[in-house]
């Protein structure tokens, strides 16, 4: 049996490491178009920002310890460019020589990844202009920072490494414009979540461009302008573009194996591509969402690990099946860890796929404890079952572990009532009696049962003047430091019960609080006294990131709307 790998990083030397544990007799061979071979590609962000100190950490593996420990050829600088289905040969180019040879095999692996999508701007080959992807891609980057000329730089793109780019050269010094041609940063997360996101990297001093196309890049002087569609010429000394990525799809192409439409490798439930001698993995296969079934593609190392494995099992002649990635992720920025696990909402609606939403934000851990944090959870969910589709978390510390447990709900096929049960740890510095994901679970589950009714801050924007009322529970202190959604009554919830009998039962009431915790027991106040009332999911702390920046949406604590004067309007 001989195996041939084309690609050693994440997908392609996972599937080395397995077929050796499954095979000892097997001719195990790698080929790698780089230098490097099992490099910590994730980890070169934080090489440029010095948080990891040492290059050669970079270096999870060599070809020595391949051949040491697995008793694995690998030959680096070696790029295949061709394969014969028929012959079941890989002609290989060594990079330094130029020198072209002919590889057997019995099965072929491809895990070749994807590259930096360049687009064809002018200027976009200047020297300052740079991507991410490669151990030289990161020495030049940081070659620049380390120099000292660079202080300004322009991030083109907000998804995962545009962000940690922007963090790990900002704690460099580098003062950072990030532009983004849609109407926000992250894009597996859904829009309200990541104007949290947006709101951080403008508290941390970024120069943050949504809606923003870029058009080309020039050279002044010893910078660089980049030009955006709106006319504007951002003065830089360093551009990386981080814009997303294209499955390095070449091989396939001439060698006559199915691609997808955006071109990715197809690839069945074992990982082979049409050809069955072939197996395709990682960031260069179109995939299938777990929750969905529905095709999708993720540049992730965690499913590129977990194919390179099953696609090394089935090499080897084992069955085993792939079913799919939650796309599970994690990023940090300033200090802000956004998480996300299953199908984004927005993701849900383009393919009609039913679900339901709440929001519920809680402390990382016991709120007494010091430096607790908040995090803002969205769990999606299916309607009627309560089956736990996804969610998004962003927070502090802790936000990590709680989508973890969300991920593992959604691949168990758990529901929120499943999440109001779990018994996860808790002690002051760790966690709260009632975790964030049981209180997540709680609203979800409270909603399932009829016990709250609950819209999204969109529901303001669609209120009927004459027949609903927005009221603001929170307590004066709150409200005089922030403001009230504008045309809100403000009731701080003490007073509510008192007040109840000079409102209105005819008309709709839309409470909100801080959070949403205020508002459902207001909720409940209300609906036991007969009252047509919804509970505003995430109250103000997410209505002001998401629609309050709008022009006058939110107003002074004197301009709310008091129970007297809406008494004598009514
Ligand atoms: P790769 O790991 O890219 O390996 C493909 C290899 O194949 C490359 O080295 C390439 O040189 C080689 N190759 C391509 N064509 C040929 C050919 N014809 N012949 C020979 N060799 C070839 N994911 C996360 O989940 N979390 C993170 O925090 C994270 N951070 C990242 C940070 C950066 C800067 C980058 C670039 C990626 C990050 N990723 C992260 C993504 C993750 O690294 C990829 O999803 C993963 O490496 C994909 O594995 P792969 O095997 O498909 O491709």
């Known amino acids: ?81 061709a394969i014969d289905r028929q012959a079941k040969t890989v002609t290989v180019k060594h990079l330094m020589t130029g020198q072209e040879i002919t590889e057997s095999y019995d099965k072929l692996i491809l895990s070749p990844g994807a590259e930096p999508v360049k687009p064809p701007l002018p200027g976009v080959d200047l020297p300052g202009v740079l991507s991410l992807r490669s151990i030289p891609d990161s020495d030049t980057i940081k070659a620049l920072v380390d120099s000292g000329k660079v202080k300004k730089a322009v991030v083109v793109g907000g998804g995962f490494i545009g962000l940690e780019m922007a963090e790990n050269l900002a704690e460099r010094g580098v003062r950072i414009t990030l532009v983004e041609a849609m109407d926000q940063v992250m894009p597996p997360i859904d829009y309200e979540m990541a104007t949290l996101v947006h709101a951080n990297l403008e508290l941390k001093g970024v120069d943050l461009r949504l809606k923003t196309r870029i058009t080309g890049f020039e050279q002044a002087g010893e910078g660089l302008l980049v030009n955006t569609e709106a006319g504007d010429k951002i003065e830089c000394d360093l551009a990386l573009l981080s814009i997303g990525v294209r499955p390095e799809n070449e091989l396939a192409k001439q060698a006559g194996l199915d691609i997808g439409p955006r071109g990715h490798f197809l690839v069945d439930n074992s990982l082979r591509t049409n050809d069955p001698d072939i197996f395709a993995v990682g960031d260069a296969v179109q995939i299938w969402d777990y929750v969905t079934g529905l095709p999708v593609a993720m540049a992730l190392a965690g499913p590129a690990n977990r194919q390179g494995r099953i ?14 990635a939650l796309g599970t992720s994690v990023v940090g920025l300033f200090g802000q860890v956004i998480a996300s696990t299953g199908p984004s909402q927005k993701f849900l609606e383009a393919n009609n796929v039913p679900h339901m939403v709440v929001y519920s934000h809680s402390p990382n851990h016991a709120s007494y404890y010091p430096g607790s944090e908040m995090m803002a959870v969205k769990l999606i969910f299916a309607p009627g079952s309560g089956r736990v589709l996804g969610g998004q978390i962003i927070g502090g510390p802790g936000a990590e572990r709680r989508i973890d447990v969300l991920a593992t709900a959604a691949k168990a096929g758990l529901s929120v009532f499943d999440l109001e049960e779990l018994d996860l740890a808790y002690a002051p510095p760790f966690g709260s009696a009632r975790d964030p994901i049981n209180v997540a679970g709680m609203v979800a589950a409270n909603m399932l049962r009829g016990d709250m009714k609950a819209v999204t801050p969109l529901a303001i924007e669609d209120m009927d003047p004459e027949n609903d009322v927005l009221i603001d529970v929170r307590f004066d202190d709150e ?39 205020r508002g459902y027991l207001a909720y409940r106040i209300m609906v036991q006294n007969g009252f047509n009332v919804v509970n505003i999911l995430g109250g103000f702390g997410l209505y002001r990131p998401w629609l309050g920046r709008a022009e006058g949406a939110i107003v002074d604590k004197d301009q709310a709307i008091t129970l007297g004067a809406a008494f004598a309007a009514s």
Request: charged share 25%; glycine share 10%.
């Open 479 to 517: 409200v005089e430091e922030t403001g009230t959604i504008k045309g809100s009554m403000h009731i701080p919830l003490p007073q509510l019960r008192s007040r109840l009998p000079i409102l209105d039962k005819s008309k709709r009431y839309l409470v909100y609080c801080a959070i949403g915790l």
């Open 311 to 324: 696609a090394a099992d089935n090499a080897m002649g084992r069955s085993t099946v792939y079913r799919g």
């Open 1 to 81: 049996m001989k195996l041939v790998i084309i690609g050693g990083v994440a997908g392609g030397a996972t599937a080395a490491a397995r077929a050796r544990r499954l095979d000892e007799s097997a001719e195990i061979v790698i080929y790698e178009r780089g230098q490097y071979v099992s490099f910590a590609n994730c980890g070169l962000p934080y090489y440029i920002g010095e948080v990891i100190q040492e290059r050669d950490a970079l270096l999870v593996s060599t070809p020595e310890m391949f051949k040491g420990k697995y008793n694995v050829d690998v030959k680096v600088m070696s790029e295949a460019v």
